[in-house]
């Protein structure tokens, strides 16, 4: 059984949660800026694409070294064993990155990779010219962060974000990632009632209904990993028979998603749908101003627009008051609103028992959280 150096890139400020989730799946981590190691064999690499909610992708390491010239960066590469990880007609792209680094110029980084890793494998299968590159894609990416290498193979192929239900969205959609870490930090629990008073297209909802009825996010989607002659696919198939075998379908949910717009209030049903969500999420076309939330102990996750400009900004902050002043009413209930707001607490009406700061996409936001008091 072959071992794995891995990696499950995320979100600045959601390393924590992929960390957890990994280390529920029975591995050992290590966490760095938006970076969660750990070691694991082919099992590994299929049941954390297939059950990590809050990472970006999970990625093999291939190699890390230290290289100031390009000649070092290309004897290294070349030393790898390339041929235990790519087959003779691999499709290998290389990205890169360079960051503080002697070797700045990515092009030619991302070009010496290359022409490395094909000099091996032509030594390694005995090929003479070109390699054909018609079979499974390998991504390759070699990031140098102040002069060290670190060349991975991508195992997810599209981003883990994108589950496959999301047929529709708005012009600035949550990421299926952050709204399962969203719900993640609520503790939430299908005991409890959970509200989402700016659904937008759904996502957080959904998420939510995934959790709470334990599927698998990745279990609608493929990996390019499945196509690699390394990863037997009957790991695939077991893998996806025990998603299965976890999922609770007849697990009650009292989850509601209730935006202003009806045009997307349509476009949540539609990806509900595709879920297959239509019948346990209740979708409103509603005002927050008109927000009445029903049952004890209940969350109410809100994503509401952050405002950019002046009278967008004094939006916003008229749907925080709103907001703080409707949850009076609901003491049991507890309230997390994602927001780049300033004075966000003092719009609400009250100071936040915690908050935590995350990066959707590259606005900087805090995740306010009110705690309420359970009855």
Same mark, same amino acid.
């Given at each position: 059984?072959?071992? %794995?150096? #891995?990696?499950?890139?995320?979100?600045? @400020?959601?390393?924590?949660? $992929?960390?957890?989730?990994?280390? /529920?799946? @029975? =591995?050992?981590?290590?966490?760095?800026?938006?970076?969660?190691?750990?070691?694991?064999?082919?099992?590994?690499?299929?049941?954390?694409?297939?059950?990590?909610?809050?990472?970006?992708?999970?990625?093999?390491?291939?190699?890390?070294?230290?290289?100031?010239?390009?000649?070092?960066?290309?004897?290294?590469? &070349?030393?790898?064993?390339?041929?235990?990880?790519?087959?003779?007609?691999?499709a290998?792209?290389?990205?890169?990155?360079?960051?503080?680094?002697?070797?700045?110029?990515?092009? *030619?980084?991302?070009?010496?990779?290359? &022409?490395?890793?094909?000099?091996r494998?032509?030594?390694?299968?005995?090929?003479?010219g070109?390699?054909?590159?018609?079979?499974?894609?390998?991504?390759?990416?070699?990031?140098?962060?102040? *002069?060290? $290498?670190?060349?991975?193979? !991508?195992?997810?192929?599209?981003? #883990?974000? &994108?589950?496959?239900?999301? $047929?529709?969205?708005?012009?600035?959609? #949550?990421?299926?990632?952050?709204?399962?870490?969203?719900?993640?930090?609520?503790?939430?629990?299908? *005991?409890?009632p959970?509200? *989402?008073?700016?659904?937008?297209?759904?996502t957080?909802?959904?998420?939510a209904?995934?959790?709470?009825?334990?599927?698998?996010?990745?279990?609608?989607?493929?990996?390019?990993?499945?196509?690699?002659?390394?990863? !037997?696919? /009957?790991?695939?198939?077991?893998?996806?028979?025990?998603?299965?075998?976890?999922?609770? =379908?007849?697990?009650? #949910?009292?989850?509601?998603?209730?935006?202003?717009?009806?045009?997307? $209030?349509?476009?949540?049903?539609?990806?509900?749908?595709?879920?297959?969500?239509?019948?346990?999420?209740?979708?409103?076309?509603?005002?927050?101003?008109?927000?009445?939330?029903?049952?004890?102990?209940?969350?109410?996750? @809100?994503?509401?627009? %952050?405002?950019?400009?002046?009278?967008?900004?004094?939006?916003?902050?008229?749907?925080?008051?709103?907001?703080?002043?409707?949850?009076?009413?609901?003491?049991?209930?507890s309230?997390?609103?994602?927001?780049?707001?300033?004075?966000?607490?003092?719009?609400?009406?009250?100071?936040?028992?915690?908050?935590?700061?995350?990066?959707?996409?590259?606005?900087?936001?805090?995740?306010?959280?009110?705690?309420?008091?359970?009855?």
């Amino acid at each position: 059984m072959s071992l %794995y150096n #891995l990696v499950a890139t995320s979100a600045m @400020g959601l390393e924590s949660i $992929v960390a957890d989730e990994v280390k /529920a799946l @029975g =591995y050992d981590t290590k966490t760095e800026n938006g970076k969660v190691y750990f070691t694991g064999d082919a099992t590994a690499i299929a049941k954390t694409n297939m059950w990590l909610r809050v990472a970006d992708r999970v990625r093999v390491i291939a190699g890390e070294f230290t290289a100031t010239t390009f000649d070092e960066l290309f004897e290294k590469t &070349k030393s790898i064993a390339w041929e235990q990880f790519l087959p003779v007609d691999a499709a290998f792209p290389v990205a890169g990155k360079s960051v503080k680094s002697t070797l700045y110029s990515v092009p *030619d980084c991302q070009a010496i990779v290359k &022409k490395a890793v094909v000099e091996r494998l032509k030594t390694a299968y005995k090929r003479i010219g070109f390699l054909d590159e018609s079979g499974p894609l390998f991504k390759l990416e070699v990031s140098i962060l102040k *002069d060290k $290498v670190t060349i991975t193979i !991508d195992s997810s192929g599209t981003g #883990l974000h &994108k589950r496959g239900y999301r $047929v529709g969205q708005g012009e600035a959609p #949550l990421k299926e990632t952050m709204a399962a870490a969203l719900v993640k930090l609520t503790r939430w629990n299908p *005991d409890r009632p959970f509200v *989402d008073p700016f659904c937008g297209s759904g996502t957080i909802a959904i998420e939510a209904a995934m959790i709470g009825q334990q599927i698998a996010p990745g279990y609608n989607r493929e990996f390019s990993s499945e196509l690699w002659p390394w990863i !037997d696919s /009957a790991i695939w198939d077991r893998i996806r028979e025990e998603a299965e075998d976890l999922a609770k =379908y007849d697990q009650p #949910l009292s989850i509601t998603g209730s935006d202003i717009d009806p045009k997307m $209030v349509k476009i949540a049903k539609q990806n509900a749908m595709e879920a297959g969500f239509m019948d346990i999420i209740e979708w409103k076309h509603r005002d927050v101003k008109d927000l009445e939330v029903e049952g004890l102990n209940g969350v109410l996750v @809100g994503n509401p627009p %952050y405002g950019e400009r002046l009278g967008e900004i004094e939006e916003a902050e008229e749907l925080a008051r709103v907001v703080g002043h409707i949850m009076e009413r609901y003491p049991s209930w507890s309230v997390y609103m994602l927001s780049s707001l300033e004075n966000f607490e003092e719009m609400y009406g009250k100071k936040a028992t915690k908050k935590r700061k995350l990066f959707n996409g590259f606005i900087r936001t805090d995740f306010y959280q009110f705690w309420g008091q359970r009855k």
